[in-house]
């Protein structure tokens, strides 16, 4: 595996430089992972932009980060599973949504708990992928909701092949919600 620099707004490539001040703004650091992607200008405007265009959905934060945290389960991004955690928690979830998302247990809010379902199906390529949207629509989203939900899943997608590909140290401000998956 190549090893890949977790850059600083300075070491980045140019046209990465303003990208990593952006998200610095927005967020108050920036995360390891963004500053592996800076190495890619493309990529990092990718991400970037996919995240933007996520939370600009009518899909609310909570929601946002519950289907983050059960794709970046799926995909085994324990880097992603951290972060989303803490943007969750920070966000005003509550604790049990996000240790249920986190356990693989049933949500108590149907809606949450749809929105984990379809995004496990869609990321593992089973289960019936129309009859968990059929289960968003009955929980009062609509069909331009559903199709947004794919847009909140492409972000940690995108987030768990760089970790996938480059081994991410996990942030210290990430470190209360570290997981490991169960074996």
Request: aromatic share 4%; glycine share 6%.
């Amino acid at each position: 595996m190549p090893d890949f620099e977790i850059h600083t707004v300075d070491s980045a490539p140019e046209g990465s430089q303003k990208l990593l001040r952006g998200l610095k703004e927005q967020v108050g650091v920036v995360p390891n992972l963004a500053a592996t992607m800076a190495e890619s200008p493309a990529l990092l405007e990718a991400f970037l932009a996919l995240r933007s265009l996520a939370q600009r959905s009518s899909l609310d934060p909570i929601a946002r980060e519950v289907i983050a945290i059960a794709v970046s389960i799926e995909t085994g991004c324990s880097y992603c599973v951290a972060a989303h955690s803490t943007f969750a928690l920070k966000g005003g979830a509550q604790s049990s949504v996000v240790d249920a998302v986190r356990g693989r247990t049933n949500l108590s809010d149907p809606r949450l708990q749809a929105l984990a379902r379809f995004a496990r199906a869609i990321v593992q390529r089973q289960g019936d992928v129309k009859e968990c949207a059929q289960d968003l629509l009955k929980t009062g989203m609509s069909r331009g909701q559903v199709l947004e939900t794919l847009v909140a899943i492409a972000v940690p997608m995108l987030a768990g092949s760089v970790f996938q590909l480059a081994a991410v140290k996990l942030d210290g401000a990430f470190q209360p919600q570290a997981w490991t998956s169960p074996a």
